[in-house]
């Protein structure tokens, strides 16, 4: 496929005139099955890097996700605009996800949603194996690859075997994509995935739509939380919380005092997490209470709000999570959003401890 026609087709499939900035460098390194790591901020586009090329090489292209809830985004979203992309999970029916497999041996998918415990089984190794027989593998898309690293705060075994496919299919490019990745990590996703003369890609972090608050939590905070939510009434608004029991007080509670909301946490049936993640995006509920099970890729570009009413383990958390708002929006979104910390309880002093030896961005501030 020429390189000339990646303008055409992200008109045709996707309805953009332009790429984002760096967005178009990646896409035509992958069209030459060049390995690569891209790390761009969320909201940056990395999908797109993965999609055209996608609906461009021959064959079918397996995106690895960590989450059920990112999978069955995109893969809507994908369907929405025409393009043969489906997933196979543990949501599914066996039936079900054997159907979606031999729809995609028949060369009837183009792209391939699943999670990294699912890629690794044998049944399904053997499954790629008869693809690479019949339409061919053309990529293997890595999202969230930071998962991979034993210093990334997302660490996840199951990735850190994903390196093996490279022994299977030695001619399988990889392109490896996270929003957050540091120095070291960015070393152990190389190395763990075993890229071959990777391109490495860093886009620009800077959100000029974004602001940052950080407030003392203290026994009026909560009121504080109303307020806030009542002069943003009808606005989407996302709410972290740490830990499940944590969301449904909180939900709760918001929903005694009038403030519609709907929770959402892995303790949840899938079929809830589904149904609550649908409402949200469709506005059908401004408020959605959560612990970071929610997030990741979720196309909402107009959030106007990210609150951690507790504070997040890491710094990186702090400035990752309120990356959500404007995150799939064709263009940034017209007016600014804001991500607040209500965060400084009783844990704080630990989770300094942990921190002392990061950097904090110039755009946050912490109370005593």
């Not at 699912?118 to 293997?140: A, C, D, I, M, Q």
């Not at 999202?143 to 994903?162: K, L, M, N, T």
């Given at each position: 496929?020429?390189?000339?026609?990646?303008?055409?087709?992200?008109?045709?499939?996707?309805g953009?005139?332009?790429f984002?900035?760096?967005?178009?460098?990646?896409?035509?390194?992958?069209?030459e099955?060049?390995?690569?790591?891209?790390?761009?901020?969320?909201?940056?586009?990395?999908?797109?890097?993965?999609?055209?090329?996608?609906?461009?090489?021959?064959?079918?292209?397996?995106?690895?996700?960590?989450?059920?809830?990112?999978?069955?985004?995109?893969?809507?979203?994908?369907?929405?605009?025409?393009?043969?992309?489906?997933?196979v999970?543990?949501?599914?029916?066996?039936?079900?996800?054997?159907?979606?497999?031999?729809?995609?041996m028949?060369?009837?998918?183009?792209l391939?949603?699943?999670?990294?415990?699912?890629?690794?089984?044998?049944?399904?190794?053997?499954?790629?194996?008869?693809?690479?027989?019949?339409?061919?593998?053309?990529?293997l898309?890595?999202?969230?690859?930071?998962?991979?690293?034993?210093?990334?705060?997302?660490?996840?075994?199951?990735?850190?075997?994903?390196?093996?496919?490279?022994?299977r299919?030695?001619?399988?490019?990889?392109?490896?994509?996270?929003?957050?990745?540091?120095?070291?990590?960015?070393?152990?996703?190389?190395?763990?995935?075993k890229?071959?003369?990777?391109?490495?890609?860093?886009?620009?972090?800077?959100?000029?739509?974004?602001?940052?608050?950080?407030?003392?939590?203290?026994?009026?905070?909560?009121g504080?939380?109303?307020?806030?939510?009542?002069?943003?009434?009808?606005?989407?608004?996302?709410?972290?919380?740490?830990?499940?029991?944590?969301?449904?007080?909180?939900?709760?509670?918001?929903?005694?005092?009038?403030?519609?909301?709907?929770?959402?946490?892995?303790?949840?049936?899938?079929r809830?997490?589904?149904?609550?993640?649908?409402?949200?995006?469709?506005?059908?509920?401004?408020?959605?209470?959560?612990?970071i099970?929610?997030?990741?890729?979720?196309?909402?570009?107009?959030?106007?709000?990210?609150?951690?009413?507790?504070?997040?383990?890491?710094?990186?958390?702090?400035?990752?999570?309120?990356?959500?708002?404007?995150?799939?929006?064709?263009?940034?979104?017209?007016?600014?959003?804001?991500?607040?910390?209500?965060?400084?309880?009783?844990?704080?002093?630990?989770?300094?401890?942990?921190?002392?030896?990061?950097?904090?961005?110039?755009s946050?501030?912490?109370?005593?």
């Amino acid at each position: 496929m020429k390189l000339l026609h990646v303008d055409q087709a992200l008109k045709q499939y996707f309805g953009y005139d332009t790429f984002r900035p760096g967005q178009k460098d990646v896409v035509e390194a992958v069209l030459e099955q060049q390995d690569m790591l891209v790390l761009m901020p969320t909201g940056g586009g990395k999908s797109l890097t993965y999609q055209l090329p996608a609906l461009l090489l021959p064959g079918l292209t397996i995106v690895v996700s960590p989450l059920i809830a990112l999978m069955q985004d995109q893969v809507s979203r994908l369907q929405a605009n025409g393009i043969e992309a489906t997933f196979v999970n543990s949501s599914l029916s066996y039936e079900e996800g054997a159907r979606r497999e031999r729809a995609a041996m028949s060369g009837q998918t183009k792209l391939l949603y699943v999670a990294p415990e699912r890629l690794l089984k044998p049944s399904f190794l053997t499954f790629l194996e008869h693809v690479k027989k019949t339409v061919g593998l053309s990529l293997l898309a890595v999202d969230e690859a930071h998962c991979v690293s034993e210093w990334g705060h997302d660490f996840r075994p199951e990735y850190r075997q994903i390196g093996t496919l490279r022994t299977r299919f030695p001619e399988l490019p990889i392109l490896a994509l996270t929003a957050t990745a540091t120095a070291r990590v960015r070393r152990d996703i190389l190395e763990q995935l075993k890229l071959r003369q990777p391109i490495t890609h860093i886009a620009s972090f800077n959100r000029p739509n974004l602001s940052y608050e950080v407030r003392k939590k203290h026994k009026g905070s909560y009121g504080e939380l109303v307020q806030i939510l009542r002069q943003k009434q009808g606005e989407s608004v996302i709410i972290y919380c740490l830990s499940r029991s944590g969301v449904e007080k909180l939900s709760a509670d918001l929903q005694a005092d009038g403030i519609d909301n709907l929770p959402y946490h892995a303790g949840l049936s899938p079929r809830v997490r589904s149904d609550n993640q649908e409402r949200f995006i469709r506005d059908d509920v401004p408020v959605l209470v959560a612990t970071i099970a929610f997030g990741m890729g979720i196309a909402k570009p107009d959030v106007r709000a990210v609150i951690h009413y507790d504070m997040p383990k890491t710094l990186r958390g702090t400035t990752r999570n309120p990356a959500v708002p404007g995150a799939m929006a064709s263009q940034p979104i017209a007016s600014s959003s804001s991500a607040m910390g209500i965060a400084c309880g009783r844990n704080t002093s630990l989770r300094k401890k942990r921190t002392s030896s990061s950097k904090p961005s110039r755009s946050i501030s912490y109370n005593r």
